[in-house]
C-alpha cells in the first residue's frame, strides 16, 4: 500500500483502494487463437456430460463482454436432419438466466447480462443440420500412381522391352498400366466410340505424356508399339467400365439422368445414345455369344504373358511349360478345361517321341505352335504382345537357313576334295616307293642265290 492508499503488487503497479476488480476468466477455444486447428467456436465440446439440443439457451457459455459476439449465420435445419449434441456446463460455468448463480470473484453488470441473453437465444444457436442421406459404399478409390510419384521425382522410369515383343516384362509393367491408365481418364476425349476414331493429334498428344514419363527408345518400332497398344487397350478397358456402369441402371432414361463423375455431362451423354441404339445392341450381343465359345483360357490373372515368358527364361523353361503354367489352376490342382488338359499331353508326347539331345526349346517352340496351330497376324497361346512371325518372313529365314546349308555342304565337299587329292598323293608316292623295294629285293636275290634258298627253306 502506497502514500495514497492503492495496493501495490509485484509490478509496482496499483489500483484504487475500494473499487472493484473483476478477474478474466477463461473460457477455454473461446477465440481464434486458443481453439485447435480445425474447431469451430460452437463445435467446441468439453469433456462434460453430452445431451441433445434443446431450447434452453442457459447451457451455453457466455462471450467475454470485452470483445464483440461472434455473429453466426442462423442455419434452420430441416424436419429430418439430424441435431447436433451440445455440452452440459461445467459446474464453475456462468449460467446467465434466471436464477443463474454468480461467482464470488466477479461483479456482474445488467447490460451485459441482457447483451449475453440476447447472443445466446435459440434464433442465434449456430447448428449445422446434417441432411439423412444413404451412405455411400466405401471401397477402393481410384488410383492416385503414388509409387509412380516416388520413382518420376529421380527421372523417368525405366522399362524392360524384349526384341519381338511389344509389353514391358520388368517389375515396372504395372506402374506402366496404371499410370497409361490414369492419362487415358485424365487427358483423352472418350466421346470417341473407337481408338480407330480417335484424331492422331489427340493419338499424338497422349503419346508424348507417356514419353515424358518413361524411358522409351523411340527409334524401335517395338518400343511404339508398346505405347500405342496399352493407349488402345485402356481406353477400352475405360469404355466398358462406363458401359458397366450403364447397365447398372434400371433403364436408359435412368442412366442419362443419373450419370456418372468419371466423364462430363455431354460426353455421358453421347456414349449413352451409343449403347441404347439397336446396332450396338445386336453387336454386343453377337461378341458377348462369341466369348461364350473360347473354350481355352488362363489363368496368368493382371500378369502379361511377357513377364512370365521372361521368368520362364530365368528358370529354364520352355513354351512347353509356359503353357502349363498359363493354364494351371493352383487352386483346384488341375487344368481348367479337359480341351486344355488334351493339348497339354499332346505337346508332352510330341516331345516324349524325340530323343533327349533333340528335346531343346528351339524344338519345343516348333511343337507349341504345331499342337496350338497358326493364325496370321498372331501367336496362339503368346497372347497380342508377342509380335508373330508372318509367314514371308518365314520363308525368308528358311531359305536363308537353306542357303546357309549348301554353303556348309560345299565347304565340306571342297574340304573332302582336297582330302582326297592329298591320300591320292600320297598313294602314288607309296606305291613308288613299294616299286623301288621290289626292284632292290629282286637285284638281291639275282646277286645271291643262296640267300633265296635259305629264305625258300625258312618259309
Partial sequence: MNDRGEVVGDSGRGRPRGRAFRGRRLVPYSCRARRPRGARISSYHSPGDVEEASSDD???????????????NTLVAEPDSVTLPIIRPEPDRVQIGVNAPTEPNRVTSPTI????????????????????????????????????????????????????????????????????????KHHCDMSYPRWSDVPQAHKDELIDRVRGDFELDWELENHRLTVTKQLRKRFNAFHHELHRIYLSYANHDEALANGTVLVSPLVWVKLCGRWGSE?????STKNRENRKRLIINHTAGRKSFVRILEEKRAESGNLVDFFKETHWSKK?????????????????????NLEPEQRTDETAAVVFREV?????????????MVIPESTRQRSLAREKEYLALIEKHKKDAESSKSEMEAMKANMQLLLERQAETDRLLRAFFAANPSASESLRETQ
Wanted: charged share 25%; proline share 9%; with cysteine.
Fill in 58 to 72: 442457459s447451457t451455453q457459455p457466455p462471450s467475454h463482454p470485452w470483445e464483440p459476439p461472434c455473429a453466426a
Fill in 372 to 384: 496350338l496351330g497358326h493364325r496370321p497376324g498372331y501367336s496362339r497361346g503368346l497372347g497380342e
Fill in 332 to 352: 483346384n490342382s488341375k487344368f481348367l478345361s479337359p480341351a486344355t488338359e488334351d493339348k497339354y499331353k499332346d505337346m508332352v508326347g510330341k516331345l516324349d
Fill in 279 to 283: 446396332a450396338f445392341k445386336k453387336i
Fill in 113 to 184: 447480462e441482457a447483451e449475453h441473453a440476447r447472443v445466446q437465444t435459440s434464433e442465434d444457436i449456430p447448428t449445422e443440420p446434417v441432411v439423412n442421406q444413404a451412405q455411400r459404399r466405401r471401397g477402393r478409390g481410384p488410383a492416385k500412381c503414388t509409387e509412380f510419384e516416388k520413382l518420376r521425382k529421380h527421372g523417368k522410369v525405366l522399362l524392360k522391352i524384349n526384341n519381338g515383343e511389344t509389353a514391358p516384362c520388368c517389375s515396372n509393367a504395372n506402374m506402366f498400366t496404371t499410370r497409361l491408365t490414369w492419362i487415358v
